[in-house]
Structures are given as C-alpha cells and as structure tokens.
C-alpha cells in the first residue's frame, strides 16, 4: 500500500448497490475516466476535485456529489492534506438514464438531510449484516435524489396508510427468521419503498429493520435461557451469524449473549439455593438484597421476588 493510501472495496448483498468504496487519498489523482454506472460520492475529510464534461467542480465537505454514468471525469485532491472519501456506486435500477443530463448540469448536492442518510446508509452497509436496514436507507436516499435531479416532475405519491404499516408488520412477524427485501415487501403490499418505510415509522414509531431485530432479539433471548448456544440461536432467530447476534444483542441489552446466559444462570442457582434454605425468594430476587441472618432461616411473610430477564 503506498503511503497515505487507505483503500477499502466490497460488493453489499444490497439489490441496486454495485460496490461500496472507501478511501483515503494524499497524493493520488484519477485520469480521465467513465463508469457505467452512478457514482454516489461524500468526502469526510479535505476536498477533492474534478472536472466533469469539461466543467471544474469541487466536494466541500457539506455536499453530496453525483456523478452519472457515462461522462467522462476525473479527480484530485486539491491540498496536499489530501482528502478521505466514501463512494456508493448505483446501478441504473436506483436512478435511470433519463436522470443523467439533469446531473451533468448539477452534481455537487448542498443538502444536509440526504449527506446524513448517505453517511448511514455507509455505516449499515460496514456491518455487512443488516440488509433491511441498507436497503430502507437506499429507498430514501433515491427518492430523495431523484426529487433533486427532477423537481419539477416529481409527482407527489399518496402517503401510504396505517393499512400498509400493519401490513408490513405482520408480514415481518410471519418472515422472522428469513427475512424480507424491502422490494419484495413493497410489491407484496402494492406500496412504494420509501413511502413503506414512512408509513411504518410514523405509525410504529420505529423503523422496519429496527422492530425485526427487536424481534429477533426477543426470541434469542428465550432460546439463550432455554441453554441453547449463541450459535445455535443466530442460525435461529435469523440472524448473519454469531457475531452479528452479538453486536444486535449488546446494542439493545447492553452485554453479550454469553455474559446474559452466565448472569442468568448464576442468580438462578442462587436463588434456589436460598428458597431451598428459606422457603422464600429474596426480597428483589437477589441474595444480596437479603439480610444475611435470614440466609438459612426460615420466613413466614409469604414474600416472593420476581426474576428480571
């Protein structure tokens, strides 16, 4: 790797999504060159610029850059600080041909909102694992560019009801484990992706990927107290794989699913040895909530504590 140089490259599991790249840059300068497809741009860190159908631009760090495919570009960093980067490459499904003049004429983006969705949408695609939520944030992200790169044409599509909301909730409650695309949902409900994503939202009051994880969660919970592996109930709650139940499990819980079994377990064999000696549960259902002259001694006030999970 040359110095000052961070490259990184992947291919997401995201329909619409060619390759996600992220790269730190001090010296390099791309030549003249095209793509086929959309290059989605943000730059965290310096500025970069390039010259697009003989026009020069520039990539301060508020914007968000949209090169289309087939015109010829090139880019540089314009201090010698150099600058760090993140790239979506789209395909035509996400934003079609007809869109291409609309964004030679404007490519550099000044809109806070969709800068925070882009850097999202890069942050779900790292994790590799949550596929709905990427593919939420890319339906939001399109529209909103498309509504940039056509103002005038954008029709105004009737907000999806609470009707759809519901619907999307059963049909995440019956594919738990197997999960849905984002497409597949809003064809099965006859909703557009985005309006999809609004209207559960603004009736659950939380988004779709984040109630299916909840979910999931929830059943891991149970199979991790019923002595199953982390192994086994990542492949069973549907999760990518153990790590991602981990990094899932931790966000919400706040430990891990080995350290959630471990303290389970452990307050479990505690309190039955104190109901063995007392004929009670502790006050609070912890040993170390009783006073310790009423370890091995017997009670008569009937108290019983509540086990939390």
């Known amino acids: ?83 760090r980067k993140r790239v979506l490459y789209l395909d035509l499904t996400q934003l079609d041909e007809s869109l291409i003049g609309a ?14 969705r882009v850097g999202q949408l890069h942050a779900a695609l790292a994790d590799r694992a949550d596929e709905l939520e990427a593919q939420s944030r890319l339906a939001l992200i399109r529209e909103r560019l498309r509504t940039h790169l056509r103002p005038r044409s954008v029709t105004r599509t009737r907000p999806a009801g609470p ?23 809003a064809g099965l409900l006859h909703a557009h992706p985005a309006h999809l994503v609004r209207a559960f939202s603004g009736a659950f009051g939380i988004a779709p990927h984040q109630y299916l994880t909840a979910r999931r ?3 891991a919970r149970r199979l991790l107290l019923e002595g199953r592996s982390p192994g086994e109930v990542a492949a069973a709650t549907g999760f990518y794989d153990q790590s991602h139940l981990t990094r899932s499990f931790k966000r919400l819980v706040g430990t891990t699913p080995g350290r959630f079994v471990r303290k389970h377990g452990a307050e479990a064999t505690a309190l039955a ?23 091995g001694q017997g009670r008569t006030d009937g108290h019983l504590g509540t086990i939390h999970a």
């Open 103 to 116: 964004a030679v004429d404007g490519p550099d983006l000044v809109d806070p909102l969709l800068r925070q």
């Open 217 to 219: 969660l929830d059943r």
């Open 273 to 295: 040895t104190a109901l063995s000696r007392t004929g009670h549960v502790p006050r609070g259902g912890s040993v170390e909530n009783t006073p310790r002259e009423t370890v």
């Open 1 to 83: 790797m040359v110095a000052g140089q961070e490259v990184s490259a992947w291919r997401p599991r995201v329909p619409g999504i060619a390759e996600v790249f992220h790269a730190r840059f001090t010296a390099h300068a791309y030549p003249m060159h095209v793509h086929d497809v959309w290059t989605l741009l943000i730059v965290d860190d310096g500025v970069v610029r390039y010259d697009l159908n003989r026009r020069e631009h520039g990539t301060p760090g508020d914007t968000v850059s949209l090169l289309p495919p087939q015109v010829p570009h090139n880019g540089s960093p314009a201090t010698p600080h150099g600058f």
């Open 163 to 185: 009707g759809v909301a519901h619907g999307l909730r059963d049909l995440l409650d019956d594919r738990l484990v197997q999960g849905v695309t984002l497409d597949e949902a």
